[in-house]
């Protein structure tokens, strides 16, 4: 493992919840302190049964499990989950044979990870394994037509949006941040998912776009209630409704 320096992170109301499964004092410390660096929360558990009790009263969007635990190991417990649960598990073993990785992909693990790992590629899988959900959920949600927010109409299929019935005039880029937040409204939408594919397009240049609009929409353009900034994240659209 390699040296985490640790920074008391303040996390979004929302922030993914991890639950760390593994009888290494000292690595589950340093997994929770890195993985709420990078904004998840994050609660720890030495054993299985110790882990179940907290499944018991809290819900989790992903498990981080060690194989080799004494009492009932990573491989049972996963066993066990996956008769009534469908959270996503990120296996950790010493073990690096192949059949280990088979075994723990048949019972229904979503990544199998060998040890000794760098904890940066833990929070990619991590973080690939969510954005994966994310988009089935959204594949499946039915797509917005329209939204309204205080005065102002935005319809998606169009691309228009109306105040009191008259056009507002944006611009193109404008329009596409616009129609992506509205498509995701009231969920924080990370700057990288509005930056666009263009030969000008950046995550900086996505806040002086974001300003421009809020001059169009907000009353108060510093003081926001529409369009709102999730620090350290990206943005969210507030809609009536």
Do not use: C, W
């Not at 109306?162 to 509205?182: K, Q």
């Not at 263009?198 to 108060?220: F, I, Y």
Request: charged share 35%.
């Amino acid at each position: 493992m390699t040296r985490i320096d640790v920074v008391e992170p303040r996390l979004a109301d929302d922030a993914p919840h991890l639950l760390v499964v593994d009888d290494d004092r000292r690595l589950r410390q340093l997994l929770t302190r890195f993985l709420n660096q990078h904004g998840y929360r994050v609660t720890a558990a030495a054993t299985a049964a110790e882990a179940e009790a907290k499944l018991a009263h809290l819900v989790f969007d992903l498990i981080v499990l060690d194989v080799m635990m004494p009492g009932e190991s990573g491989f049972d417990f996963a066993r066990r989950l996956r008769q009534d649960s469908g959270v996503p598990i990120v296996m950790l073993t010493a073990r690096a044979e192949p059949a280990d990785r088979v075994q723990g992909l048949e019972i229904g693990a979503d990544d199998y990870l060998p040890k000794p790992f760098e904890p940066r590629e833990l929070l990619l899988r991590v973080a690939n394994i969510l954005k994966r959900l994310s988009n089935e959920a959204n594949e499946t949600r039915p797509q917005r037509e329209a939204v309204r927010f205080g005065d102002f109409i935005f319809r998606l299929d169009r691309g228009e949006l109306r105040r009191d019935g008259e056009i507002v005039r944006i611009t193109d880029r404008e329009r596409e941040i616009l129609t992506i937040l509205a498509d995701r409204a009231g969920e924080q939408v990370p700057r990288e998912d509005l930056a666009g594919n263009g030969a000008a397009a950046s995550e900086r240049t996505v806040d002086v776009q974001m300003n421009r609009l809020r001059r169009k929409v907000e009353r108060d353009p510093a003081n926001p209630v529409y369009l709102q900034t999730v620090r350290g994240i990206g943005y969210r659209l507030v809609v009536d409704g």
